[in-house]
């Protein structure tokens, strides 16, 4: 199991979820946590029986660890840092979809219902958007035409215009690359031969290793590919040089026709 002193936080953010305010931190790793705490007070769940539930469960135990909070002051005072038990956020439906709905209090049944729905968005959108309300408010007013709205749509315009930019720009740095790699390939003097340029060259060692046969009376293959060997320094006819490839032919040709009148078949 997950030790519950594990998890380095490296920032908190207080998010407002239809009136309710829960505590989620991000890990150094870039993974975003939700205090379970505050998740059970808001919800009316007994924290110590979720945390049973969550810890039986492989997949939910696997994201749950511990870690330091700055806990707000309450009605007394207090506050500051204190151990909490924390969720992976992409793990909160998961968690929340095990609770039935129908065995809880009535008047908290629509609340845990909107936090299966939306919670495990609106607490990552906190990191990545800034966004610390998961009230549905804010996207009514985008529906009006207030000189806000209409530069905060200009600003985000801006920001997807940007990103896209981004994107291209990384794929063509990726498609230069790859064509860097083809071009060096392409130019590169040690370069093997193809496999038809293989078939073809095996096809004219057969050649040349049946008409010395024929004459000794002996398996000639061997020898045959053994001299293209030597000659080119090589340890296989497919690891020829693609520059020498047309050399390899013209020798294997002057060999066939040195032995035979007929033409060559190759």
């Known amino acids: 199991m997950t030790s519950e002193t594990s998890l380095t936080v490296v920032d908190q953010r207080e998010v407002t979820f239809y009136g309710d305010e829960l505590i989620a931190v991000r890990s150094a790793d870039g993974d975003v946590y939700v205090a379970v705490r505050q998740m059970c007070d808001a919800l009316g769940l007994d924290r110590r029986g979720q945390v049973r539930r969550i810890k039986r469960q492989p997949i939910l135990e696997e994201g749950y660890t511990g870690g330091v909070i700055m806990s707000p002051p309450g009605e007394k005072g207090g506050g500051g840092p ?119 060259l095996s096809q004219a060692v057969k050649a040349v290793a049946m008409k010395l046969s024929e004459q000794s009376g002996r398996n000639e293959y061997g020898g045959v590919y053994g001299e293209l060997y030597r000659k080119f320094s090589i340890t296989g006819y497919k690891l020829l040089p693609a520059n020498r490839f047309q050399e390899a032919m013209d020798w294997l040709t002057d060999w066939h026709q040195s032995i035979t009148d007929a033409d060559v078949p190759f």
Do not use: C
Request: no cysteine; charged share 30%.
């Open 82 to 200: 204190q151990q909490a038990g924390l969720l992976r956020v992409d793990l909160v439906p998961l968690w929340l979809a095990g609770i039935d709905t129908k065995r809880v209090r009535p008047e908290i049944r629509d609340k845990l219902e909107r936090y299966q729905r939306e919670a495990a968005r609106v607490l990552w959108e906190a990191f990545q958007e800034g966004r610390l309300t998961g009230s549905p408010t804010f996207d009514e007013l985008l529906k009006t035409n207030s000189p806000a709205v209409k530069a905060y749509k200009m600003a985000l315009a801006v920001v997807e215009l940007a990103r896209n930019q981004i994107l291209i720009e990384s794929e063509l740095k990726d498609h230069s690359r790859r064509l860097e790699a083809i071009e060096a390939t392409l130019g590169d003097p040690g370069r093997n031969i193809t496999p038809e340029q293989a078939s073809q």
